[in-house]
Structure formats: structure tokens, C-alpha cells
């Protein structure tokens, strides 16, 4: 796989000696990669990530993996903040309404594997924009093909089994917080998140299956 460099000076040194212990993977919501691309490379909207994915399989590097890219802002994942410092972001060229092309997947794949392995992330690691922002960030949506990932184990494998407890707010909190999801979010963003990467066509009311990939994904 080909990395072009098109770098960004959206950048800075990651904060308090932190590494990378994440990847945060996006979507672009612009026309096209181009676009993007000089939107996260434009001093003015002091925005950047890592890496840009075009529809077509280009990959362009804009920040080296050892620089704090802006790519996250606000959010938390596990407990931790400043996801920022902690985080390697990924952007894909998609607009949030359509799957995503063959030769994008096939490279993000290859990309991961070797961002994993360089870092020593685990699968566990690669979240989305919206599992870490609930409520403010939607990316990479309801079309992104997490279980492709979990089947490469290039992402947490999720659990297939409700439990037996009827359907509770609080329970269903603490499953999510235990899963990752720690951030000072209503309950209707949180299930809204947990949705978006599980079950992004359900609807209505907490459900048991609402459980299910939580209890048993980690």
C-alpha cells in the first residue's frame, strides 16, 4: 500500500508524554477527498488527522504518527481525556449517507494492521468518533462496516448474548461504561452511541439486544 504525504500544520507534540493508545476513525463529510484534504491542511480551521482515505484506496498522510493530531476534540474513552494525545485519527472520504467503497475498506485495513502493530494497540482500541463524543459527533455512521473490522480483528469482537435482566437504564450505563463509554452523556445519547456502532438501524425503547454486544465484547 502507497502513503502519500501532504502534510498539515494542524499539529503539536502529544501532551504529558502520552503515546498512542487509540485510532479514531471518521468520516469526512465534504465533496470528495480533495476537499477534505485541504480543509485538514488549512491553518484557519485548525483541524487535522493522521491519515485521509479517499474513496479510490489513496491514502494521504497529513501528521506523522508521533505528533498530536486535532482531530478529536472534546470527548472520553475509558476513562481517559484529551483523546487527542492518546489517539492516531483516521479520516474517510464518505459523507455519512452511503456504504463505503471496496478499495477504502481494503486499505484501511492494511492501515490499521500496521498502526497496531507499531503501537501495540489492541483491537479494543479502535473506536469511532461517536462511541468517544456521544451525542456530538455521529462518524463514521450508520453505514460503517464495523463487523468487517471485528471479523480481522482489527476492532473489539462484540458480544452475541442478551442478558437475562429486563432492560434498565442504570445497568445498562454501567455495561456501556464497562465497554468504554465513560463520558458525561444523557442516557438517550448514550444508547443513541451504542447504537450507531452495534445496531445502527434499531429503534425505540432500551432493549435487551441493546445489552448483548456490551456484556460480552470485552
Not at 502520552?18 to 480543509?39: D, F, K, N, S, W
Not at 485548525?46 to 476534540?73: F, K, N, Q
Not at 479520516?91 to 485495513?109: K, T, Y
Request: glycine letters at 10%; charged letters at 20%; a negative charge.
Amino acid at each position: 500500500m502507497q502513503i502519500h504525504s501532504h502534510p498539515s500544520p494542524n499539529c503539536g507534540p502529544r501532551r504529558d508524554g502520552l503515546l498512542p493508545g487509540l485510532v479514531v476513525i471518521h468520516y469526512t463529510a465534504m465533496q470528495g477527498a480533495q476537499a477534505a484534504l485541504e480543509r485538514l491542511c488549512d491553518p484557519a480551521f485548525e483541524v487535522s488527522a493522521h491519515y485521509l482515505i479517499a474513496e479510490d484506496g489513496t491514502v494521504t498522510c497529513m501528521v506523522p504518527e508521533h505528533l498530536r493530531a486535532w482531530h478529536a476534540g472534546a470527548g472520553h474513552w475509558a476513562g481517559q481525556g484529551d483523546v487527542n494525545s492518546r489517539s492516531i485519527g483516521i479520516e474517510l472520504d464518505n459523507d455519512g449517507r452511503r456504504p463505503f467503497a471496496e478499495p477504502q475498506m481494503q486499505n484501511l485495513e492494511a492501515l490499521l494492521r500496521g498502526i497496531l502493530r507499531r503501537w501495540s494497540i489492541p483491537p479494543e482500541g479502535v473506536i469511532g468518533h461517536s462511541d468517544m463524543a456521544p451525542g456530538r459527533k455521529s462518524d463514521p455512521g450508520p453505514h460503517f462496516d464495523w463487523p468487517r473490522l471485528e471479523a480481522a480483528g482489527l476492532a473489539a469482537p462484540r458480544g452475541t448474548g442478551a442478558p437475562d435482566q429486563k432492560p434498565d437504564l442504570d445497568t445498562f450505563r454501567a455495561a456501556a461504561r464497562a465497554a468504554g463509554y465513560t463520558a458525561d452523556v444523557s442516557d438517550a445519547d448514550l444508547l443513541a452511541a451504542v447504537r450507531l456502532r452495534y445496531r445502527p438501524q434499531a429503534t425505540g425503547p432500551l432493549s435487551p439486544q441493546d445489552y448483548a454486544p456490551l456484556h460480552l465484547a470485552r
